[in-house]
T-cell receptor
């Protein structure tokens, strides 16, 4: 079945440091890939997405590139801020077809806790 | 533009009881999915509703059931509650059910079973 593996956390960085959170996946076909962020006590917010190989998703200084050859979608940011402290989830959405309609369900990694200190 | 809303925010139930959680999708969205997030874990897919029918289901027992109404809002019902059902229940909506469509999440309902 489909699965997502994220790097072990938690990750602790100083402000303005470079961030990488690794994500690899296993899926049949060509899934869409997503990064979500969850702030304490809140639901998930979509951070960025990529729907085909070599696509780069970007938002708020975060970037991730869909690498089919390595089945990876690593999250990067050049200079983190204290306000980036949160839990980050990598997820994939794979196709399930029924009756001529395509359906997608999200499969999430276990999450990576990021703490940024001033 | 209102996002995805869920009610109630918190709920405490006793083992064996039944619970109903509610979700209103983002304006213009017709697809609703439900996820269970245990503490410290990633969300797990429960099921997805489109055109008032359950279209996909994750590895959850039949105690978990749902419904979608003509206005696209949805309910999640859990019968015979177990302690292990304690979790954050997240509702997500999307413009269409396809895998490339972004799913937008509500703030969740925190269910505690005692």
């Amino acid at each position: 079945g489909n699965s997502v593996t994220q790097m072990e956390g938690p990750v602790t960085l100083s402000e303005e440091a470079f961030l990488t959170i690794n994500c690899t996946y296993t899926a049949t076909g060509y899934p869409s890939l997503f990064w979500y962020v969850q702030y304490p006590g809140e639901g998930l917010q979509l951070l960025l997405k990529a729907t085909k190989a070599d696509d780069k998703g970007s938002n708020k200084g975060f970037e991730a590139t869909y690498r089919k050859e390595t089945t990876s979608f690593h999250l990067e940011k050049g200079s983190v801020q204290v306000s980036d402290s949160a839990v980050y989830f990598c997820a994939l959405s794979a196709i399930a077809n029924a009756g001529g309609t395509s359906y997608g369900k999200l499969t999430f990694g276990q999450g990576t806790i990021l703490t940024v200190h001033p | 533009d209102a996002g995805v809303t869920q009610s109630p925010t918190h709920l405490i139930k006793t083992r064996g009881q039944q619970v109903t959680l509610r979700c209103s999708p983002k304006s213009g969205h017709d697809t609703v999915s439900w996820y269970q997030q245990a503490l410290g874990q990633g969300p797990q897919f429960i099921f997805q509703y489109y055109e008032e029918e359950e279209r996909q289901r994750g590895n959850f027992p039949d105690r978990f059931s749902g419904h979608q109404f003509p206005n696209y809002s949805s309910e999640l019902n859990v019968n015979a509650l177990l302690l292990g059902d304690s979790a954050l229940y997240l509702c997500a909506s999307s413009l269409r059910p396809g895998p490339s469509y972004e799913q937008y999440f509500g703030p969740g309902t925190r269910l505690t079973v005692t």
